[in-house]
Structures are given as structure tokens and as C-alpha cells.
């Protein structure tokens, strides 16, 4: 008779925890039903072929030789029709000298249903056969496997839980399957507790497999603090691109339960010991940026362009932390080259501040005459001005105030006022005392205004 080689990973709509069931045991196997009449294993507590009425035990003789031939159809509707000999199902306490309602029955069809992958039909039969024989582990197992195929996990993980604790080798591999079944319906704490008795009863067994499904229900189960310690051990006991993964989310744990500190020793640690790997020099730029030590994170963003091209957000950040930290001449090539591939309103006002840093206010108005669309924005506007002041073109900066203040009424009284000083700079007293009377109705600038127009009362 063939006896399956175990059972496939488990299945959650195409979806899976990593690892889940990644080695099926070997221990799942379907057991041979012949083998089992001759010589049925203590902790299933099989009948003895006495045991079973002679026409049930010449049909299941005959179903054992059409399993070997792998006939499963024709198998089943043996069964099926010595069952229509015994006509409609008897009560429970009623007799049935012929075996007609007979577990061995039950359990050679459910079998039969496994074999053919067709796990619906395997539920029922295996059902009456646990409820009939309650201490038969290869049935337990057999209606978990059906269980968790149909996804129907709560009766998977109470069926391994079943044969776990009815088989006096104890098996640790079906208390994990019963804690997986348990994380894959969602019942989260039972999964936890699973687990938890399970590394309690079988420490030296412990895969990683399982370690990495436990980290899986705690995270679930929103208990990241419970599971940090074992990211960390699963993190030094992996090798590679697991390992890596492993140290990713003990740092993202750290991140999380909000240990700054804890998570800077880390990921520095990850540096030191790996200091080609491009990924710790980003994770040490957002670690750096979070405790705000900008210096830090430019150094960090500088090595990891070492390792690996910059997305345009990445040196937009370089850029942005070279400004920040008063180096433009480092930023504004990077807003530059920026620009000219995507225009960027802030990208502009950027690149014309690291100018002004600089004093190099002759470049940053053509920026703004190349990219600054003309005269349609106020606060461009505003920013024109404020830059021909600055390069002491005054002249033209007190046409560029009076035109802002035109365009901006939120910006207008700042505009008129140095309107009137850039006039003031050119000589030109009337228009300075005219844009200072305007200047002067307007609540925040009232009092600076009033303060210039006798000032240049003076002078007369």
C-alpha cells in the first residue's frame, strides 16, 4: 500500500509566514492501512483484526490492494457501496455485527481523500474517526493536515494539539504545527502560548523556523518588546542576506519602541563590523536625522553616495544638510543639476539661498530668470527684489518692491518699506517718501515708515 511521504507547506490563500512549515515532518505521514490491520503502533490503540467484523475487514483488504495500485476512485466507491449494503447510517448504540459503520472504514476513506488531495471530503470521515477512537494520533494528524489545507486552522491547530499530547513520544514538531495553525487563524495569543510551551518542553529542538514564526505571532499581537530579544538572537545566529534581514528589524524594532540610543549603538555597531554595506550607512543617515545630529547624518549620507548612486530625494537630503550646515557651495551645484531635470519651486528658493550664502547674488537672479517663470509669482517677485538689494542694485530694486507690493497684499507693507530704502539709496526722495507713506498703513510697518519719512525730513 503507498504511504505518502508527509504533507505539503501549509497554504493561506497563496499567502504564508516566512518559513511556515518550510520542512514538513516526515512524522505526518498516512499511515499504510494494511500495515495497520497486521500491526497497529501502541499509541493509536488500533483494533485488533479480530476486532473488526470479517466483511469490513475483506473490504478494507480489498481498498488496500486498489490503494497500491493507486485505483483511490475505485477505492472509495468500494467503500461507498459496501456502505449501501448496510442501507441508511444506524444510531450510535446500535449494533452493526458486519462493520458496516466501522472507524477503519472511516479512516481508510479519509485517507483516500488525502491521497487524492481532496481535502473537503476528508474532513467528515476523519471527524467520526477522532470522535470514535480519540487517542488515534495518525488521525488527529490526518484531520489536521485536512484542516489546514481547507484553511480551516482552528480544528488544524486543535488536531496537531490532540496528537501531540496523545503520543507518548511527544513530538515538538506538532505542537509547532498547532502554533502555526493557531498564527495562521489569527487567534494570536493562543499561537503565543503554543510556542511558549513548546520551547518550555523541547529547548534543545528549537529551529529557527519556529523562532522566526514566534517573532511572527508577537509582532501580530503587537508585543514588539517580547520580541526584540528574539530578533537579536535570531540576527546572531543567521548567516547572510537572513542575517541582514534579522538586523534590519532589530533596528526597526528599536525605532519603534522609541530606544534612540539603542538603536544608534546598534546600527554604528553594523557599520563598524560592515562597513561596505551600503544599507547600515542609510539606516545610521535616518538614525542620525531623527536624534537631530545633522553633521553626523551628512557624514553617514556622504559614505552611503560612496556606495550607492542617490535617488534625486537622497541628494535633495545632502543638499539640504550642506545648506543647513553653512556649506552652499556644496549645495547648490545638487539644486542646480536638480532643477534642470524637473523644475521645483523650493528647489529654487533653495538653491537661491545657498547664493545668498555665498553673496554670489548675480547667479542666483539668473537661476530666477531661468526658472523663475517670469514676473506671475508675488513672492518670487519678492525674492527678486530682495536679491537686487542685496547686490546693490537699488535702482532697479525699488521697481522690483513696488511691482511685489502690487502683486502681494500680505507682503505689500514689507515691500513698500524697502521700496522707499532702496529709492533712498538712489537719491531718489520722492518716490522714497511715497512708497514710505504707503508703507505706513500698514499696521507692522507703521511705525519703521514713520521713523524713515522724518529722517528724510531731516535732511531738507
Known sequence: MRRPGGFSAPRNNGRRPNSVLSNPPAALALLALLGLLLAPPAATAAPAPDDIPVAARLVLREVSNLMDKEAYDEAIETIAAFRARGGPAPSADAPDPKGYRHPMLDLALGNLYLLKADYPQALAPLRRVVAAWPDRVDAWLNLAKAGYETGAYDEAAAGFAAAYQRSPEKDPEHLYFSAVAH??????AKAIEAFERLFAAHPQAIRSEWRENFVQALMAAEMPRRALPLVKELAARSTGGERRRWQEMGLHLYLQLE???EARTFVRR???EDPATARWWKALVHVELAAGRHAEALAALTVYGYLEPLTDEEKKLWAD????LQIPARAAP????LLERAPDRKLLEKLIAAYRQMARYDEALAQLDRHGGG???PKLLMLRADLLYAARRFGEAAAAY?????RDRQAAGQAWLMAGYAAW???DLETSRRAFREASQFRRHKKAAQQAMRQLEALN
Open 183 to 188: 498564527l495562521m487563524a489569527k487567534s494570536h
Open 259 to 261: 530606544m534612540p540610543h
Open 270 to 272: 553594523l557599520v563598524e
Open 321 to 324: 544638510l550642506n545648506l543647513q
Open 334 to 337: 545638487v539644486y542646480a543639476e
Open 375 to 377: 514676473q506671475n509669482d
Open 402 to 406: 513696488r511691482l511685489a507690493a502690487g
Open 425 to 427: 539709496q538712489v537719491n
